[in-house]
């Protein structure tokens, strides 16, 4: 089932996979004190050795001999029905699909069988300080914007800048809040200097996207509108209608075609995307041959709606394709901003109101696994520990906190709620009912009121996509409470602005998965977070122990220390039942015409379907081309 996605952290992250985060890989080097002038790197990597030499060719997961040509023709990726800007990175409006993906570069691209290893794309080598304080980049010579000038470091710091100003997204200042200045050293070298020592800080600053300061000569960026963005990317804008989609061309003169990191990639000629008004005229559209590839997430849809003649006849293929991505969290957020959701047993009454089970067999087709955990399908959930309680390098951590923790965290990891037999539904409610009652809720007058007498009723915000039928079932059973829940549907616009305002009761969100989380979750979980509009934090959580448990994910040393300091970090979310949790899939459902072909020897482990299929595919009825 699709559930909408936080649009600001994904487009800080979008053009180099949020799922893979960079740590130093010159650590022994610098632990030795070899000089940083001494330690220019192709790349990083978090824990041990790089997989790809400084000469290597290409990543093994592409072709690096695919077809270049054709049409690559797409829907919109998610329920915007028309756009308003071509800048992505500003909150007011709508930005068009694929800008982030097809024309912005940074300094950094990360590979996708790597848990946490980046290369150089815009930068050919990288220098870590010895007292890991600072980092430099060098600007590759060759490297050249859309209108033919050099990437110079003047615009890394402009783009660094505007980035980090009032009307960008607050994602990007919450993940480089630790960043103190950022200083041109040179025509093409750029120093970042950190307020302290974390790791992940090369890979953030490093991944940022950068574009020309002749973007916002004659319009501030703030107010860029239909101003063509000057990039440095593959592709340019061709034409566009706001109301119906955008048509993007290869840039002839792009300058790092010949890169091993841009090898096999980017294969089509031109991308298009097509906006349609609701998710049913999408598929039609589909099956109708209108475009050439869809991501499906309604296992529904999946099992009864891809078929007919031209699946038959093998015109239209469908495929299921296993990745290793943690699951990350998608489900019910409650906002705690809003005085119904400030007591956990509530909270946690909710959680027992979700029946998965009947969802998984009656909606799902028994496609899904429930979540358990932040960091789900992954080592650092706390689950996966062999008895579910905090070992001795967690307690560590959490034995400071004891006093300011529920006792519970030094337990079991949570378990989710069961319909499964011999627990039923109603068992379930019965316990929620106990959890309210202790709260200060009881069922009077036909209704759950407090010792105000008043009904308990809150708000169900929706954009009206396929989670509806889900919302709606999962509201009849909190009915069955006493609970009053009123679900508003409204456009994508509207949606994205009161998540931004944080004015909403309950909603649905996922927050994307990640093999090593950092300093995204500064702006999901922390306090400072919460007070700030368009962050992550839609729970309105204030905890100084989350606060700290964050700081220890991020100053991890090591693979095995960041694995502890997530499970820790996850046993007290999960005990703080901020989200009703939903389900998670281990494959990506995707269904395409029979000309387009892809690396079949090798599937990448970490990938977004519609960014695989964006960068790695091609098409098979095209004469070749020379790159």
Avoid at 469 to 486: A, M, P, W
Avoid at 511 to 530: I, K, T, V, Y
Wanted: include cysteine.
């Amino acid at each position: 089932m699709p559930i909408q996605a936080r649009w600001p952290l994904q487009a800080a992250w979008q053009c180099f996979r949020r799922d893979t985060v960079l740590r130093f890989g010159l650590a022994l080097a610098l632990a030795a004190g070899v000089p940083a002038t001494a330690n220019a790197a192709h790349g990083f990597a978090l824990h041990g050795d790089l997989k790809y030499p400084a000469d290597f060719k290409y990543f093994d997961y592409v072709n690096p001999d695919a077809p270049v040509g054709g049409t690559l023709v797409l829907a919109n990726p998610d329920r915007r029905t028309s756009f308003d800007k071509f800048n992505p990175f500003t909150l007011k409006g709508t930005a068009a699909p694929g800008l982030n993906a097809l024309m912005f570069e940074s300094l950094l691209i990360s590979s996708a069988d790597e848990t946490a290893s980046a290369y150089g794309l815009l930068a050919d080598d990288v220098t870590v300080a010895p007292d890991e304080l600072s980092v430099v980049f060098h600007i590759r010579p060759e490297a050249r914007f859309s209108n033919g000038d050099p990437v110079l470091a003047s615009d890394v710091k402009y783009s660094y800048d505007m980035l980090m100003s009032k009307a960008s997204s607050p994602g990007y200042r919450s993940m480089c809040m630790d960043v103190k200045s950022v200083v041109v050293t040179g025509e093409r070298s750029v120093r970042f200097d950190f307020k302290q020592r974390n790791r992940e800080l090369p890979l953030i600053v490093g991944s940022l996207p950068v574009f020309s300061k002749k973007w916002t000569q004659a319009v501030p960026f703030e107010k860029l509108t239909f101003e063509e963005p000057v990039t440095s990317g593959p592709y340019i804008i061709d034409r566009y209608d706001a109301g119906r989609g955008i048509i993007f061309k290869r840039d002839p003169n792009y300058w790092g075609k010949k890169l091993a990191v841009r090898r096999g990639t980017f294969n089509f000629d031109r991308v298009i995307y097509r906006l349609y008004k609701d998710e049913t005229a999408k598929l039609e559209a589909f099956k109708a041959g209108e475009f050439d590839a869809i991501v499906e997430y309604r296992a529904k849809n999946w099992a009864k709606s891809y078929q007919g003649t031209k699946f038959t006849k093998g015109e239209l293929i469908k495929t299921e394709f296993p990745h290793r991505n943690g699951a990350g969290m998608q489900g019910f957020v409650m906002n705690m901003r809003k005085p119904i959701f400030k007591d956990v047993r509530v909270r946690q009454a909710l959680i027992l109101a979700l029946d998965f089970e009947w969802l998984n067999r009656q909606l799902f087709y028994g496609a899904y696994k429930r979540l358990d955990s932040w960091f789900s399908n992954s080592e650092l959930a706390a689950s996966a520990t062999f008895d579910g309680k905090p070992g001795p390098s967690e307690l560590k951590l959490l034995e400071p906190m004891r006093a300011k923790l529920a006792p519970e965290v030094f337990g079991p990891d949570v378990v989710q709620p069961s319909t499964n037999p011999p627990r039923t539904l109603r068992d379930n409610l019965r316990e929620a009912r106990r959890l309210l009652a202790q709260a200060g809720w009881t069922y009077t007058d036909d209704a759950l009121r407090n010792a105000k007498g008043e009904p308990m009723v809150f708000e169900f915000l929706d954009d009206g996509g396929a989670m509806s039928r889900v919302i709606t079932t999962y509201v009849r059973n909190l009915e069955k409470l006493g609970i009053q829940v009123n679900q508003r549907t409204t456009d994508y616009a509207l949606y994205q602005k009161r998540l931004e305002d944080f004015d909403f009761d309950m909603v649905s969100i996922r927050f994307p998965d990640s093999q090593s989380p950092g300093n995204e979750l500064r702006d999901r979980f922390s306090s400072e977070a919460a007070d700030t509009p368009g962050s992550d934090n839609l729970f309105g959580l204030k905890s100084p122990q989350v606060d700290q448990l964050v700081d220890n994910v991020l100053h991890a040393n090591t693979r095995e220390e960041l694995v502890t300091a997530g499970r820790a970090l996850d046993r007290v979310l999960m005990h703080g039942y901020y989200i009703v949790p939903n389900w998670y899939s281990a494959s990506h459902r995707v269904a395409y015409r029979k000309e387009l072909g892809y690396p079949k020897d090798r599937l990448p482990y970490y990938y977004t379907a519609e960014g695989w299929i964006l960068s790695n595919w091609w098409r098979t009825d095209v004469q070749p081309k020379a790159r």
